[in-house]
């Protein structure tokens, strides 16, 4: 039953620079401790034709735009033809792949973006993945600490999958569509290719190719 959110089944590994690392893990929050020093070992090998090292741990690819108040917080790697705009906030521990948007306002921390993602309004994302081609609406965020701060769990039909970990907000998928001002709580995985209603509160796992309307009403992708 969980076979479905190992990363094999989430994530096309060819559009991520954390290739090697993810490879090493069967499920994605395992990646999550070892992304700052992955950063590290990975920014000391760019070459500095295609990359500028910036402050401490710092390395953004010459063909990427950062706005002057952008504030960015190594370890980070902002990968080509990447947009940080306006006011953005990277925090650390950000492997920011190619042809991505972190707009205006946005938070990262902790965190590991494919090629082509967008989060490009007044979104929170910490302690994710966010697979190839996903999108976050304006306003959406990844909840990644539990209220009562324990450990936080996967529930995938019947099962409850242990993580061990105290903050863990959301694996999304490649293609996944997260609509505006939407919640996803600590211990969201959504498969492949499906999308979320605006004004979600999602927890646990949402199927792939499914459309999430509200809790406990998951509808199938017509043609998928």
């Given at each position: 039953?969980?076979?479905?959110?190992?990363?094999?089944?989430?994530?096309?590994?060819?559009?991520?620079?954390?290739?090697?690392?993810?490879?090493?893990?069967?499920?994605?929050?395992?990646?999550?401790?070892?992304?700052?020093?992955?950063?590290?070992?990975?920014?000391?090998?760019?070459?500095?034709?295609?990359?500028?090292?910036?402050?401490?741990?710092?390395?953004?690819?010459?063909?990427?735009?950062?706005?002057?108040?952008?504030?960015?917080?190594?370890?980070?790697?902002?990968?080509?033809?990447?947009?940080?705009?306006?006011?953005?906030?990277?925090?650390?521990?950000?492997?920011?792949?190619?042809?991505?948007?972190?707009?205006?306002?946005?938070?990262?921390?902790?965190?590991?973006?494919?090629?082509?993602?967008?989060?490009?309004?007044?979104?929170?994302?910490?302690?994710?993945?966010?697979?190839?081609?996903?999108?976050?609406?304006?306003?959406?965020?990844?909840?990644?600490?539990?209220?009562?701060?324990?450990?936080?769990?996967?529930?995938?039909?019947?099962?409850?999958?242990?993580?061990?970990?105290?903050?863990?907000?959301?694996?999304?998928?490649?293609?996944?569509?997260?609509?505006?001002?939407?919640?996803?709580?600590?211990?969201?995985?959504?498969?492949?290719?499906?999308?979320?209603?605006p004004l979600s509160m999602v927890r646990g796992y949402?199927?792939?190719?499914?459309?999430?309307?509200?809790?406990?009403?998951i509808a199938e992708k017509r043609g998928e």
């Amino acid at each position: 039953m969980t076979d479905c959110i190992r990363i094999e089944n989430l994530y096309d590994l060819s559009h991520t620079a954390a290739a090697d690392l993810m490879k090493q893990y069967d499920y994605p929050w395992e990646v999550l401790p070892e992304i700052g020093d992955f950063i590290l070992k990975l920014g000391a090998t760019l070459s500095p034709e295609e990359y500028d090292k910036r402050g401490d741990d710092i390395w953004v690819a010459k063909s990427a735009t950062v706005f002057d108040t952008a504030y960015l917080h190594g370890p980070a790697i902002i990968g080509p033809h990447t947009e940080v705009r306006q006011c953005a906030f990277i925090r650390g521990n950000a492997l920011v792949g190619a042809n991505c948007v972190v707009g205006n306002s946005t938070e990262l921390k902790n965190v590991i973006l494919f090629d082509n993602v967008q989060v490009p309004h007044y979104n929170y994302v910490g302690d994710s993945i966010l697979g190839y081609k996903s999108h976050m609406g304006a306003g959406s965020i990844t909840s990644n600490v539990k209220a009562d701060k324990t450990l936080v769990t996967v529930k995938v039909g019947d099962d409850c999958v242990e993580t061990g970990r105290k903050k863990f907000g959301a694996m999304l998928g490649d293609h996944v569509e997260v609509g505006c001002n939407s919640v996803l709580n600590p211990g969201s995985v959504i498969g492949r290719g499906s999308n979320i209603y605006p004004l979600s509160m999602v927890r646990g796992y949402v199927p792939a190719h499914s459309i999430y309307k509200r809790a406990g009403e998951i509808a199938e992708k017509r043609g998928e």
